[in-house]
């Protein structure tokens, strides 16, 4: 292959490749939504009973923490063997909060016996897909057929593990945040099985769990207490303790689910599920305590926290390093996340730390493919509770949408600074370029523009372009003037380069010597090159919208342009701005092509395409004086008109939006440009005599800099190679 042909080439397959890379990082295969019911895997690692009598329990978290179950000599309790008393299964129905009266509630919360926990979580006004949120707007304001509860969002529900046991396998049910184990004075006693739990009462806000453990004389033990208090929102608290009913101490260790895995939006063009944790600095920084709760800094994507193996996750070498002090604990999809916080008031006064109720969360990966999960544990430190006391292990408990109006305002989460798990980031490469206060800024104006100006989040994210454009317009103007100068400079001496590079074919320096003083004699340089200066600037914006308009909750299933794509036969385009645009309808089930998950067919990155290739080749001038350049270029508009839209084929449509808007915006700016170009005199000239001094515009004097820096170097270098000779 010719050098030449190489030269062409190589460039073209670079950018393929990083084409390739940013696409399988940003657009990679996701997993699937997991389904309301889940069926026992066999293939799930159990742990082995002999005792025909244990009740169902789970396989116990792989990260076990090795002095969870302390020995202790049977001459040195009261309590000899002890279990769970047993009690009357009961029929009723267990669950608070309503999906109907709307608005009085928030969710509707259904509990199980099964370790006294969540058995589902489903919001009353938050749906699942834009048809469900339509039929259902439509129903309570006409009335008519009631829609299906099931287009009403779930956030979660129970699962079932499986266990061996000597007669076979079983099954388990985990409950959400339910009971998993206490250990007394040395004894396991696990608490996933119904009959070891009484329902006490149950009123309209609350319902209350008992359990008992006794003696083998029938004595009481201890008693453990499982309270559910629901809030009028997504707030709820847990009042639970092991309470010591004997004349002795109880050395007692707890074991309960925390916040497992969420499961994926429905596009599933990104899987951003994470585990975040809140922390605070210990005495030692700030002895006070009045610093806000941290939380940036430590997180597990969904894929890191599947290769943890038996390593926690909390704490960590780093977070004992620094002596960091667990506040809350949260599982995140796109837009929601159920959390485990301290029990504070509505004040937000109390303590801020979880420390005395969690020591370490552990996790574990159940099933495949479609139906994994990851399930978590909170394992309390081992307590010492005397005769008539309680060991409290009480909790509040957040499961909501990450949304900004609920987490900036309300107790007890402003006191916890939980406004940290709105977090406008992308992962993987794209973390380093987003930048979350630019995210915040971008997410501030586009809400005042909906609320107080367009009222439209459509309409705002064009009166947004708008902005960016008519800041960055004095660049704009500027680079184009240049690009326009450089460009009819560069073909105007392409003849003295060429002979130029005739005369030194076998001294390229020496070429390029004599090329960059032709250049200057006709005061141009390569840094009047900023023709993509304005793109670049716009580049951090394009980001951070995209994981502003991917993450910010307010936004989702919003449509834009007051709905009214929505009154023509409930056409779905533009009518959800978080999704693809869905211009030719929406699919029922989602399906997987190649590096996308196609919802729909839509329009708005075919139309991006097509105004890119204007802007390539109508509105761009030409600057290549090379056949090199030119093939690069030609690569350059590929790559702009093929494969990034490709790239934000599935994106939301108000980052395609945008991205459109601006683009038909520069088209328009770049006409009136070049109108304003041809009334200015921009013809090259040679310059009468050499110039003295350094030029006064910046781009002039960085290129002269460039140059004595360049001499210098040169000098240096040949003044040492004359020393080495003298020597």
């Known amino acids: 292959m010719s050098p030449q042909a190489r030269r062409r080439i190589i460039p073209l397959l670079v950018l393929l490749a990083a084409a390739g890379i940013l696409l399988a990082v940003i657009l990679g295969p996701e997993r699937q939504t997991q389904p309301t019911e889940e069926k026992p895997d066999p293939n799930t690692a159990l742990v082995e009973t002999n005792d025909s009598n244990a009740n169902p329990v789970e396989h116990e978290p792989v990260a076990t923490p090795t002095e969870s179950v302390t020995q202790v000599n049977a001459a040195q309790t009261e309590t000899g063997n002890i279990s769970l008393k047993r009690f009357e299964k009961s029929n009723e129905s267990l669950s608070l909060g309503s999906l109907d009266d709307y608005n009085k509630w928030g969710m509707q919360v259904n509990f199980t016996v099964a370790g006294a926990g969540i058995d ?19 129903f309570r304001a006409e009335g008519g057929t009631q829609p299906s509860y099931d287009d009403l969002y779930l956030l979660g529900t129970a699962k079932t593990l499986q266990y061996q046991t000597s007669n076979g396998v079983a099954s388990a049910t985990a409950s959400i945040l339910g009971a998993s184990q206490v250990v007394i004075n040395g004894h396991t006693l696990h608490l996933t099985n119904p009959d070891f739990w009484q329902v006490e009462s149950v009123s309209e806000h609350a319902i209350h769990f008992v359990a008992e453990v006794v003696a083998q004389d029938g004595s009481t033990v201890a008693t453990i207490h499982r309270d559910w208090t629901l809030g009028d929102q997504y707030g709820l608290t847990l009042d639970q303790s092991v ?23 429905r596009s599933r063009y990104m899987d951003r599920r994470r585990f975040r944790f809140g922390w605070e600095l210990s005495e030692e920084f700030d002895p006070n305590q009045a610093a806000p709760i941290q939380s940036t800094e430590i997180l597990y994507e969904y894929a890191d926290a599947t290769k943890l193996d038996s390593e926690p996750l909390w704490p960590t070498e780093e977070t004992e390093e620094d002596t960091l002090k667990l506040s809350w ?20 006064v109390g303590n801020r730390t979880l420390t005395d109720k969690v020591e370490i969360i552990s996790s574990q990966v159940y099933g495949d493919g479609d139906n994994e999960f990851i399930l978590t544990a909170l394992w309390s430190p081992e307590t010492t509770v005397l005769p008539n006391d309680s060991f409290d292990l009480s909790m509040g408990v957040y499961a909501g949408p990450m949304m900004r109006a609920i987490l900036d305002n ?19 490469m794209c973390a380093i370029c987003t930048f979350q206060w630019l995210a915040d800024l971008l997410a501030w104006i586009l809400t005042f523009l909906d609320q107080h100006v367009v009222f439209d989040w459509g309409i705002a994210i064009i009166c947004l372009v708008l902005i960016v454009r008519g800041l960055l317009h004095p660049i704009t103007k ?15 001496i392409k003849p003295e380069i060429d002979k130029i590079k005739a005369k030194y074919p076998d001294d390229p320096k020496k070429a390029q010597q004599e090329q960059m003083r032709l250049m200057q004699q006709y005061g141009v340089n390569p840094f009047m090159m900023l023709g993509c200066l304005p793109m670049f600037l716009q580049m951090p914006v394009w ?26 036969g409930e056409w779905p385009f533009l009518a959800d701005l978080s999704a693809a645009d869905h211009f030719f309808g929406e699919f029922d089930e989602p399906f997987q092509f190649f590096l996308w998950n196609i919802t729909g067919i839509n329009i708005l990155p075919i139309l991006m395409g097509a105004i890119f290739f204007v802007q390539q080749k109508y509105m761009s001038p030409q600057v290549a004086t090379t056949p090199e350049q030119e093939s690069q270029q030609k690569v350059m508009r590929v790559m702009m008109v093929v494969m990034f839209p490709l790239m934000l084929y599935s994106a939301p449509s108000g980052l395609t939006l945008y991205i459109l808007t601006s683009s038909a915006v520069g088209i328009l700016e770049s006409r009136r440009v070049r109108q304003h170009l041809d009334g200015l005199d921009i013809e090259p000239k040679k310059a ?31 003044k040492k190679r004359n020393f080495k000779k003298r020597d």
């Open 120 to 138: 589902s979580i489903r919001f009353s006004n938050i749906f699942e897909t834009v048809d469900g949120k339509l039929a259902w707007d439509k």
């Open 243 to 265: 309470t010591n009913a004997t004349s002795g101490t109880l050395s007692v260790r707890w074991l309960q689910y925390g916040p497992r895995s969420l499961v994926v939006d």
């Open 329 to 348: 604990f949260a599982s995140t999809n796109r837009y929601f996340a159920l959390a485990v916080l301290p029990d504070i008031n509505n004040e937000g």
């Open 410 to 428: 309300e107790q007890p989460y402003v006191a916890l600074n939980m406004r940290e798990l709105v977090l406008y980031q992308m992962s993987s």
């Open 478 to 492: 500027k680079s184009q003037i240049n690009m326009q100068r450089f460009g009819k400079v560069m073909q105007k």
């Open 543 to 568: 980001v951070a919208l995209y994981a502003l308009l991917y993450f910010m909750f307010d936004i989702r299933q919003e449509p834009a342009f007051f709905g009214v794509f929505q009154m023509i």
């Open 688 to 718: 009468t005599e050499p110039r003295k001094g350094k030029p006064k515009d910046k781009q002039g004097r960085a290129w002269a800099d460039a140059m004595e820096a360049r001499r210098k170097k040169v000098q240096n270098k040949a």
